[in-house]
């Protein structure tokens, strides 16, 4: 029964829209990169990135421009954009169980007492999704340094 | 993207296992249970809960006994048992995001700004479903009731 991929795990289509999200909140308002430097980026293949950009371009979080000035840049709505905002914009929402499908009842609701333990787990991990401002998280963006010269080595001459 | 099961979202498998663990925890300790009657319980199809089930005797939260007197009980280990002790029986760990499982290191995680969101998203959640104790629940469990007479006729005979 167990599984390769573990239960409850966000697809790898809205992690990398997350991260390519912050990448191009990294960039001063207005930057287009081109989709091969976002890919590199991320760590996303180009063309599974491509359709990720798509659903981005969909939601209005980024706008992709043709040409030779072209490139993926960031919209207002993306900057100002949650995690959360993100995932939805890819996977649409977050549901942790189908009894919590909007609109779509579960008719053991009433009374099943896991329900309402559903909704709370849901309702504290999507209020820190929520809270969690794509803008924000660039901000905190360490890159691995270059690698260091291991020594600095000071050569005399003797003249 | 956008796909029919929404991302992030509890196995089936995982859900009629904690339905049918409450089922079980309703009843007095020692009471063994016919596989037709939790299918009926908790809506599950036989064959699915079949193998549901197995995956609970394996991690010792209910046994099966066969014979004339057989059935499924719950074991000590089960009656103490939390939603996620459960869910971990059937799927394996949790993990909100690949960043997170045991042992498997991203190696963006040491600067990317995502991974302790991450963290602390799927700590809330978790620690909500560890909280749950699938023998409170049980406790909680208000079947819906038979169909009430809607009213009451009184014959009034004359003698």
Redesign the interface.
């Known amino acids: 029964?167990?599984?390769s991929n573990?239960?409850?795990?966000?697809?790898?289509?809205?992690?990398y829209g997350?991260?390519v999200m912050?990448q191009l909140a990294t960039l001063p308002t207005g930057t287009r990169t081109l989709l091969s430097d976002l890919s590199q980026a991320t760590?996303a293949p180009v063309s599974f990135l491509s359709?990720?950009l798509?659903?981005l371009a969909r939601a209005k979080l980024i706008a992709s421009q043709r040409g030779k000035t072209g490139g993926f840049e960031l919209l207002a709505k993306g900057r100002a954009a949650s995690?959360y905002d993100v995932?939805e914009a890819?996977?649409?929402?977050?549901?942790?169980?189908?009894?919590l499908?909007s609109g779509k009842s579960c008719e053991?609701s009433?009374?099943?007492?896991?329900h309402p333990?559903?909704a709370?787990?849901?309702r504290?991990?999507l209020?820190?999704?929520k809270q969690?401002s794509i803008e924000e998280?660039?901000g905190?963006?360490?890159?691995?340094e270059d690698p260091q010269p291991s020594e600095l080595k000071v050569l005399l001459v003797v003249h």
């Not at 009433?110 to 896991?114: D, E, L, R, S, T």
């Not at 905190?140 to 691995?144: C, E, I, Y």
């Open positions: 029964m167990t599984q573990s239960s409850m795990q966000l697809t790898r289509a809205a992690d997350i991260r912050i760590d359709k990720i798509q659903a995690m995932i890819i996977d649409g929402p977050i549901c942790l169980n189908t009894c499908v053991r009433g009374w099943c007492p896991a333990v559903w709370r787990a849901q504290a991990m209020d820190i999704l969690a998280l660039a905190l963006v360490k890159r691995p």
